[in-house]
């Protein structure tokens, strides 16, 4: 397929789905043949690519393959029939609403040998990207402990999952991929707080396979917007805030102090600060540039449909525990 122009579509033209539509109508080697969206396109912004009502019709149009962005709910009955078509699928996060629904997902693209992934995009945020490369490089040290903080305002927008499905899959596919660690635990407490069927808030501790310890603040209720996330191990602290996509360490001291009362706590000193420069693209255009990429038979880092199978896993996990009050082995 590599060196020919690939004819994608795009299913949903919500929030998330007008992103992916501007950078489709403007990536290099892609064709942008036509969106399903049963509400058309409202605001203009497709500028002439044409609106179908179902997705046989963007089927119909042949194209190689499509970005799913109408709600998790849908994800199921839309990918399935993609994947019956052979076409290859990008399938916005989370990968399904339940473990079932992914697991018919993954068995569905697989044994039709179709490439897919799933649009986990903080895994292309740059300094989480930098934060990742310096763990794997031991500049922390022993991993100790991962704590990611994610809250907002209430988006409208979403209607058929809660704050765990929806936001809470960012944190835990982050911490697993930085870390290189799978889950081995969970206990989570959820909080339904504005009237609505699906939790809004939530807290969760749990542990990965090397050990280190997690913990996990996400809600949909606060007045202000923080993504957050703090590594600490041997030999300091990371701090990556996601919005501005800065990555910050904090040294442990290497000095003693002549201060009694700090002397007598067996912790750690306070070192130096370094804020990293790191280059800044748009991480939702890296993740369809390297999406292209695989469909085009390239080397490329997607994330796939078992590694956002396993999100969904721990993420059911939270639930599970925040319902029956136990910690849930993973």
Not at 64 to 82: F, I, N, Q, R, S
């Amino acid at each position: 397929m590599t060196g020919s122009v690939l004819r994608a579509g795009l299913i949903g033209m919500g929030a998330m789905g007008r992103n992916h539509a501007r950078i489709l109508m403007g990536l290099d080697g892609v064709d942008l043949v036509a969106v399903v969206d049963p509400a058309g396109d409202p605001t203009g912004s497709l500028r002439g690519v044409p609106v179908l009502p179902t997705v046989t019709d963007l089927v119909t149009r042949g194209i190689d393959y499509a970005v799913v962005a109408c709600p998790t709910g849908l994800h199921e009955e839309v990918g399935l029939e993609l994947a019956a078509n052979g076409v290859h699928a990008l399938i916005e996060k989370p990968l399904a609403p339940t473990v079932e629904a992914g697991r018919r997902l993954v068995e569905a693209f697989e044994s039709a040998g179709l490439v897919a992934g799933v649009g986990h995009i903080e895994r292309y945020n740059p300094s989480l990207q930098s934060l990742r490369t310096r763990l794997e490089a031991g500049e922390l040290g022993q991993v100790f402990q991962v704590v990611t903080r994610r809250q907002g305002p209430f988006p409208a927008r979403i209607a058929d999952v809660g704050v765990v499905m929806d936001l809470a899959t960012h944190d835990i596919d982050l911490t697993a991929w930085v870390t290189g660690q799978a889950y081995t635990s969970i206990a989570a407490h959820t909080a339904f707080r504005s009237g609505r069927q699906h939790e809004d808030m939530v807290t969760a501790v749990g542990q990965l396979a090397n050990g280190t310890i997690v913990n996990h603040l996400v809600n949909w209720l606060s007045p202000f917007k923080e993504r957050s996330t703090v590594v600490t191990g041997d030999r300091g602290s990371f701090v990556a805030d996601t919005l501005t996509a800065d990555l910050t360490f904090y040294a442990n001291g290497a000095f003693g102090t002549e201060w009694e009362a700090l002397r007598a706590f067996r912790g750690v000193a306070e070192g130096d600060m370094i804020r990293y420069a790191i280059p800044k693209r748009e991480p939702l255009l890296v993740e369809h540039e390297r999406f292209r990429d695989a469909v085009e038979g390239k080397e490329s880092d997607i994330v796939t449909l078992r590694q956002a199978l396993r999100t969904v896993e721990v993420a059911a996990g939270v639930l599970d525990s925040a319902k029956r009050g136990v910690t849930v082995p993973l």
